[in-house]
């Protein structure tokens, strides 16, 4: 394996915002079999962060990393079979009683469960996949919630993802 960063595209990204100002997606692999490609998308302070689609001859999958919901990753995933989202739920974490700048942190970093059925909705794809649910513990969110909460806005497949889980890509549809 040969490991090289990706340099950010000239889009106008900054490390003092914006992270992730629209864009195309942007070609990273290319092997004759399988194309990467990828777009900048916004994870609060952090910068360059990315998402990332799979193009193979049995289907593509998209993974968005974390990322508040945004059009480049929509851009990224339009008519992928498969779309790993990370999702959080805000409102457990208000009604934990977090204080207001740790949830404006983590706002502007993750997605909310209720914002990610509408994106995979307007991306057209036809399986969501839940992934780096926060938080993690069941006994706080079940996997019903996770799906329930996702489902809504979305006409696809909804998937709660959990350690060692795998889709078969092509029957993703």
């Given at each position: ?84 989202h990370e999702v959080i739920d805000l409102d457990f974490y208000a009604d934990s009683g977090l204080d207001d700048a740790l949830l404006d942190h983590l706002r502007v970093s993750h997605t909310d469960v209720t ?59």
């Amino acid at each position: 394996m040969r490991v090289h960063e990706i340099d950010a595209p000239e889009v106008g990204a900054d490390p003092h915002g914006p992270t992730a100002p629209d864009m195309e997606p942007f070609t990273v692999a290319d092997d004759g079999t399988v194309t990467v490609t990828a777009v900048l998308v916004p994870h609060g302070p952090v910068f360059p962060s990315y998402a990332y689609r799979f193009d193979t001859p049995y289907g593509s999958v998209v993974f968005s990393g974390d990322t508040s919901a945004s059009d480049n990753l929509v851009r990224l995933a339009r008519g992928a079979d498969i779309l790993v989202h990370e999702v959080i739920d805000l409102d457990f974490y208000a009604d934990s009683g977090l204080d207001d700048a740790l949830l404006d942190h983590l706002r502007v970093s993750h997605t909310d469960v209720t914002e990610v059925g509408p994106l995979a909705e307007r991306a057209g794809v036809g399986t969501l996949v839940l992934s780096h649910l926060v938080p993690a513990d069941p006994a706080k969110v079940g996997k019903g919630s996770w799906a329930r909460r996702a489902r809504s806005g979305f006409g696809g497949r909804v998937v709660v993802g959990e350690d060692l889980l795998s889709l078969p890509l092509r029957t993703a549809r």
